[in-house]
């Protein structure tokens, strides 16, 4: 559909609609009220359509190197058309889903359907919780950092973060809700972390403990180095792909992209969330348990990135809480008045939130 798109420029591209989406909130928030009728039904059709626009432009991307992994999910998509033998070790939900859409559909086909499975729940999760602002959640999503990136390279585990925000719509029918962390788990094992962080903070409500506990992540981090990558690569609960992002020791880990080293800009880009949190909690006083569980999770499961900073590969894990920051940062600003001309702060913390994006993807 977009092959007439030089691929040199499709990344950029996308990133340029949402800047223009982005303007036109922020001149939006300056002349309208947040409440005003004409802004809801505006914003309201621009979802749907920048919604259906980015499922298609994500789903009928060229197969191409730029696109990271889409080349090697081919390979695998190819091999299972011929009809040769493809073991199935992990990821089994993931895995099997490819190998039946190969019976039925081509490569076009299935990266298109991730791409419904990967933004629908987004959108599922901000209609539950936004409800007529659901669209202002729905574009956080879209300009968060590693958004893109989750859903044309780390698909599977772009697709584990989506099951685990599905889940999360049926909060209050739990059966239905740890079935769907299943699903994630599924669609890519190292959903057990914010599967993990998720218990843990539903069983020891204390939001203080998730703070404390992501500030001693720090200095630990900076004191054990990759000694936690070790320690964690040694652990049972990593498997084989697992323990090569934490210890980058295969050659099949290495050629793919990723800066070591302790990394103060993501560190910083994290912090804006849990600066959030602490804020809403501890100084405007939300006690909302949907969003203090919320936050115990992103807490936890970003203090595990943290610890193993310096590995090769932790951009692999930072998703795996980063994925729960516009949820974070825009929940309680459409669910309770916090100040006044909120919509107007709205607009400056959306564009603070989407420059960091735009600078790393597109400028640098």
């Known amino acids: 559909m977009f092959d007439w798109i030089p691929v040199e420029f499709y990344i950029a591209i996308q990133y340029n609609i949402l800047l223009l989406v982005l303007l036109i909130i922020i001149a939006n928030s300056w002349v309208y009220d947040v409440r005003d009728q004409q802004s809801l039904q505006f914003f309201q059709i621009l979802g749907v359509s920048l919604?259906?626009?980015?499922?298609?432009?994500?789903?009928q991307r060229?197969?191409?190197?730029?696109?990271g992994d889409t080349v090697n999910?081919?390979?695998?998509?190819?091999?299972?058309?011929?009809?040769?033998?493809?073991?199935?070790?992990?990821?089994?939900?993931?895995?099997?889903?490819?190998?039946?859409?190969?019976?039925?559909?081509?490569?076009?086909?299935?990266?298109?359907?991730?791409?419904?499975?990967?933004?629908?729940?987004?959108?599922?999760?901000?209609?539950?919780?936004?409800?007529?602002?659901?669209?202002?959640?729905?574009?956080?999503?879209?300009?968060?950092?590693?958004?893109?990136?989750?859903?044309?390279?780390?698909?599977?585990?772009?697709?584990?973060?989506?099951m685990f925000l599905l889940a999360l719509v049926f909060y209050q029918r739990k059966w239905l809700m740890y079935a769907l962390f299943g699903v994630s788990y599924f669609m890519h094992a190292s959903l057990?972390?914010?599967?993990?962080?998720?218990?843990?903070?539903?069983?020891?409500?204390?939001?203080?403990?998730?703070?404390?506990?992501?500030?001693?992540?720090?200095?630990?981090?900076?004191?054990?180095?990759?000694?936690?990558?070790t320690f964690f690569a040694n652990l049972g609960f990593a498997e084989d792909r697992t323990q090569g992002y934490l210890t980058g020791g295969s050659e099949e880990y290495n050629n793919q992209f990723s800066q070591t080293g302790f990394r103060w800009d993501f560190l910083?880009?994290?912090a804006s969330a849990v600066v959030a949190g602490w804020?809403?909690?501890?100084?405007?006083?939300i006690t909302d348990k949907f969003y203090v569980h919320l936050f115990g999770t992103y807490c936890i499961a970003n203090a595990f990135w943290i610890l193993v900073i310096t590995a090769a590969f932790s951009n692999r894990f930072a998703y795996l809480s980063w994925f729960l920051m516009p949820a974070v940062i825009a929940y309680p600003m459409f669910r309770?008045?916090?100040w006044d001309n909120q919509y107007k702060i709205f607009g400056v913390i959306i564009f603070l939130y989407f420059m960091f994006t735009y600078f790393m993807n597109v400028i640098l």
């Open 279 to 285: 804020y809403f909690i501890f100084k405007k006083n």
């Open 73 to 162: 999910y081919n390979k695998a998509y190819k091999i299972m058309l011929s009809g040769e033998s493809f073991k199935i070790e992990k990821d089994y939900l993931f895995n099997y889903m490819m190998l039946y859409c190969s019976k039925i559909m081509s490569i076009h086909g299935f990266l298109q359907l991730c791409s419904v499975l990967y933004m629908v729940p987004c959108y599922l999760f901000s209609k539950k919780y936004f409800g007529n602002y659901w669209f202002f959640a729905m574009f956080m999503f879209m300009v968060s950092f590693s958004f893109w990136a989750y859903g044309v390279n780390g698909v599977r585990n772009g697709l584990g973060t989506s």
């Open 62 to 67: 060229q197969i191409n190197y730029r696109f």
């Open 51 to 59: 919604t259906v626009f980015m499922i298609l432009y994500m789903g």
């Open 336 to 338: 309770y008045k916090i």
């Open 268 to 270: 910083l880009y994290s």
């Open 192 to 229: 057990v972390i914010p599967i993990a962080a998720f218990i843990v903070s539903g069983l020891y409500k204390n939001p203080k403990a998730y703070l404390v506990i992501w500030l001693l992540a720090i200095p630990l981090s900076l004191a054990g180095g990759s000694a936690w990558s």
